[in-house]
């Protein structure tokens, strides 16, 4: 089986930091692009940023350009999203998301994570 588990979310002041991770395990051959969503109370889940199997190239929503850097380490299956001066509107549920081969059968899945609350206050 392959799961995703985050990590990382909590409580922060407005202009804090927090730092997510999510690792990928199981019966894994490849992980290929890795994202991070987040779902905010009654809104629709929406893409936060996206970084390419190999790191070099990365997409982030422009509400959240130069302040979240998202990163990977591929000898760890696991995906970062540094996120700095966060805002009360950064509030939501974190969603780790990954398109993974398996080591057999060799197929290709898209996966994503139980979650991880951020709540950012004033």
């Known amino acids: 089986q392959v799961q995703l588990v985050e990590s990382g979310g909590g409580l922060v002041q407005a202009g804090g930091s927090l730092r997510l991770s999510c690792v990928a395990s199981g019966t894994i051959f490849r992980v290929d692009a890795m994202g991070w969503y987040r779902q905010a109370t009654g809104n629709q889940r929406e893409l936060v940023a996206s970084?390419?199997?190999?790191?070099?190239?990365?997409n982030y929503v422009d509400s959240v350009k130069g302040r979240f850097t998202i990163s990977r380490d591929n000898a760890k299956n696991t995906v970062y999203l540094q996120m700095n001066s966060l805002k009360l509107e950064d509030t939501g549920v974190y969603y780790c998301n990954a398109d993974i081969v398996r080591s057999w059968p060799l197929t290709t899945r898209n996966y994503w994570g139980q979650g991880t609350q951020v709540t950012v206050s004033s």
């Open positions: 970084i390419s199997s190999g790191g070099g190239s990365t």
